[in-house]
């Protein structure tokens, strides 16, 4: 089994070998890794993706707005990625943004998933019909389990999610009050010796 | 009274850099310190006459074990080699976590001694490989099998029975990654388990060589004396493939750094010294005089630097029995600006080591703190301004802004990895070829190059905007805002100059090891010795924490 160390190393060594900066091959590295933690095939896909690099003719975004449509081939998945993660903090407030036509979609989605730990929000992302819940860059909750190349996504659709309950207000009060029997009732005796402060602490 | 922190500017020169001494701060002590109170046992020894075979030894607490399995092969005189690129070993190594079955053993039997082309698990922890010293190692033999002791002017004059010629972790030829084991409280310092790896190996030289001693003459074969065995250490042949670490690792190289200098500064600020620390900080700096005397090298580079040293640590302490007082308040500070003032970098560093050896209750806190958890400062902050880099460039590299990079002795070398060993190299551009498989490791080249850009771009601009199109200078700009954070974190001198002397990157994280007697065989590769006077294992449980200087 390969170390995660040797799998971020051979990738960025990869990745500066076709053609990338020092400093984006730096980051593919921290991804593939990311990927492979993750269980999502991020050497298989990185390895397909520069064996047909060059015949893609991909095409670069360099500033990312609501609605994304490469013009005549696919955007590539780093330096999309790149400049997703380096312009979140403004893209977050668009809430929704869209990709037509991404080469290698799963290379992209460590962006994402960093992304989302920069803003500390969830991120939703749907790559066709996959979908992909990027919960702080912690852990990636998905519909998909396959361990196959995704040459590219026609559509990505991405959704920042507010950080809200996941519950009803009733339920967290039905535990609230289940978790109430680990309290002591104070007698007279326990409220003035109990605690540090005395009875008047507002001066 | 507040002492400031020393300039990240003064301190991370390469020349003061490569001046550094080990210091109670250095791996290997804060090694023998966490493990001391661990069982130390050998539990395999299964060697031939000839001492070829399999030996485990293990260190144990509760329910935690660390076992080195060691194989020792047979090598041909002219298969033997210190250079990276050999393949084949006296003695080949690896530290196993937990107490490795039949099945392990039979498995690294076949990938140890292998190194590089072997394939290791995420159960073992480090790896490595040493030669002997045929010449020491031959002349014990022959002296314990005849029932005498070896002759001490010869161990003297070495140091060590083997050299190991790498060690490696962290996740290397598939060793267990550091995530998997960072949590563990007795690791909390870095390279512990590569110094318990190696001094380990110390104990099997010993066994090794006592057993071949025993195996030729049974009957008039005696052990090696245990004194002897206590000044022998372990050797290491230490090329380029060390310096680059330093560059690639800034938070970590910032995290040792800074223990150093936190460690100074506490001490620079102590306004009474007690008898008993004034008297420890003599004695120890007194004895140490003998590790210098007894430093032997053929290197001219060494060789001045030693005499330089000696003959200022002798007119210094001459000062101390007879012109300073510790009496005085803030008696370290006088001594360390008085040093400042009138002695070599190599003498100024040795003091500021020598400092420390009183005060544990500082230098402990710290050696905690020398570990770095990368990770957490990968992300560029896309948000800030190209002024505030700007700001960070011209107040955090200052003389590194100054270099002209236009002129060749200036950008003369390249830092490349070699395809038959995947090492780090350095050779000149000019003459060589492959300048344009350059590693990322010209940071003064490139910082500059930076500020250029950033001068003729608009203060407003944020980084995530610059950046999208200027992605080329990106692995610098993270560094910028890594030493904004962390001020030892960069080497402020220019890496692929006229004059870069490499060994002084090499020499930094060898005595934050705790190595002594560098001796540099070229300006690329150097020997050193580990462990030399440290106690042995059996010993631990009650030893002397100033070993070094006995």
């Known amino acids: 089994m390969r170390s995660l160390s040797e799998i971020d190393t051979v990738s960025k060594r990869s990745s500066r070998a076709a053609g990338y900066s020092w400093g984006i091959a730096e980051e593919i590295g921290k991804n593939i890794r990311l990927l492979e933690i993750f269980s999502l095939p991020g050497i298989k896909n990185l390895n397909s993706f520069f064996k047909k690099k060059k015949e893609l003719r991909l095409e670069n975004i360099s500033i990312i707005t609501q609605n994304n449509e490469a013009n005549k081939n696919e955007y590539c998945p780093i330096i999309a990625g790149v400049n997703f993660l380096d312009q979140i903090k403004t893209l977050e407030t668009l809430n929704e943004i869209t990709f037509k036509k991404v080469s290698y979609p799963l290379l992209f989605l460590p962006f994402v998933s960093r992304a989302a730990e920069v803003i500390g929000k969830r991120i939703f992302l749907k790559m066709d019909d996959r979908e992909f819940l990027l919960n702080f860059n912690n852990n990636i909750y998905s519909n998909y389990t396959k361990n196959d190349i995704i040459e590219s996504a026609e559509n990505i659709y991405l959704k920042v999610l507010e950080n809200q309950d996941s519950f009803e207000e009733k339920e967290w009060n039905e535990l609230y009050k289940l978790s109430e029997e680990t309290f002591v009732e104070e007698n007279e005796s326990l409220k003035q010796g109990g605690a540090g402060a005395g009875l008047t602490d507002n001066d | 009274m507040n002492i400031p922190l020393r300039d990240p500017n003064v301190v991370m020169k390469l020349s003061r850099l490569g001046s550094f001494h080990q210091s109670k701060l250095s791996f290997l002590r804060s090694f023998l310190k966490e493990f001391k109170d661990w069982d130390y046992k050998r539990d395999l020894f299964e060697l031939n006459k000839h001492g070829y075979g399999t030996a485990v030894y293990s260190f144990k607490k509760k329910n935690r074990v660390y076992s080195l399995i060691c194989f020792a092969n047979e090598l041909n005189e002219n298969e033997r080699s210190d250079r990276v690129i050999a393949t084949k070993w006296d003695a080949a190594f690896t530290l196993f976590d937990g107490v490795p079955l039949k099945q392990d053993i039979e498995r690294l039997q076949n990938e140890v001694p292998r190194q590089e082309f072997g394939r290791l698990s995420y159960k073992e922890l480090t790896l490595s490989r040493a030669n002997k010293s045929v010449r020491v190692f031959n002349h014990v033999v022959e002296c314990l099998s005849q029932g005498k002791q070896p002759d001490n002017d010869l161990i003297a004059s070495v140091g060590y029975l083997y050299r190991t010629t790498a060690v490696y972790g962290s996740g290397k030829f598939g060793l267990a990654d550091r995530f998997r084991i960072k949590d563990r409280e007795e690791i909390c310092g870095p390279f512990r388990l590569e110094m318990m790896l190696v001094y380990l190996v110390r104990q099997f030289t010993f066994d090794q060589v006592n057993h071949v001693a025993k195996s030729k003459n049974p009957k008039k074969a005696v052990n090696l004396d245990i004194n002897i065995c206590k000044n022998l250490g372990i050797g290491n042949s230490t090329g380029l493939g060390m310096a680059p670490f330093i560059v690639n690792h800034p938070t970590l190289l910032n995290n040792w750094i800074s223990a150093r200098e936190i460690s100074l500064k506490k001490i620079r600020e102590i306004k009474k010294i007690s008898e008993k620390d004034k008297n420890l900080f003599l004695e120890c700096l007194k ?117 002209d990079f236009s002129k060749n002795e200036n950008n003369l070398n390249f830092w490349f990895i070699s395809k038959n060993k995947e090492e780090p190299r350095l050779a000149n551009r000019f003459d060589e070829v492959g300048a344009e498989l350059e590693q990322p490791l010209a940071i003064a080249r490139d910082i500059k190059k930076l500020y250029e850009l950033l001068e003729v771009t608009k203060n407003s601009w944020t980084i995530a905007k610059f950046l999208s199109t200027n992605n080329e200078l990106r692995h610098v700009i993270r560094r910028a805002f890594i030493v904004e954070k962390f001020p030892y974190s960069e080497i402020q001198d220019n890496t692929i100059g006229q004059e870069i002397v490499p060994i002084d990157m090499l020499r930094l994280k060898l005595s934050f090891f705790g190595a002594l007697k560098f001796d540099p065989r070229s300006d690329k590769w150097l020997r050193i010795c580990m462990f030399q006077g440290a106690p042995l294992p059996e010993q631990l449980k009650n030893y002397d924490e100033h070993w070094v200087y006995n």
């Open chain 2, 287 to 403: 004895k140490s005089i003998k590790n210098i005397t007894s430093w032997n090298t053929e290197s001219e580079y060494q060789i001045n630097k030693i005499k330089s040293l000696l003959k200022d640590l002798n007119e210094f302490i001459l000062h101390l029995d007879s012109n300073f007082s510790f009496e005085q308040d803030y008696a370290f500070n006088e001594m360390y600006l008085y040093l400042e003032k009138e002695y070599c970098e190599e003498c100024i560093e040795y003091v500021v080591s020598m400092m420390m050896e009183p005060y544990d209750d500082i230098t402990s806190p710290l050696i905690k703190e020398m570990s770095s958890e990368e990770e957490k400062y990968f992300n560029i902050p896309t948000e800030r301004t190209v002024e505030e880099l700007k700001l960070i460039l011209e107040k955090k590299y200052p003389d590194i802004l100054t270099i």
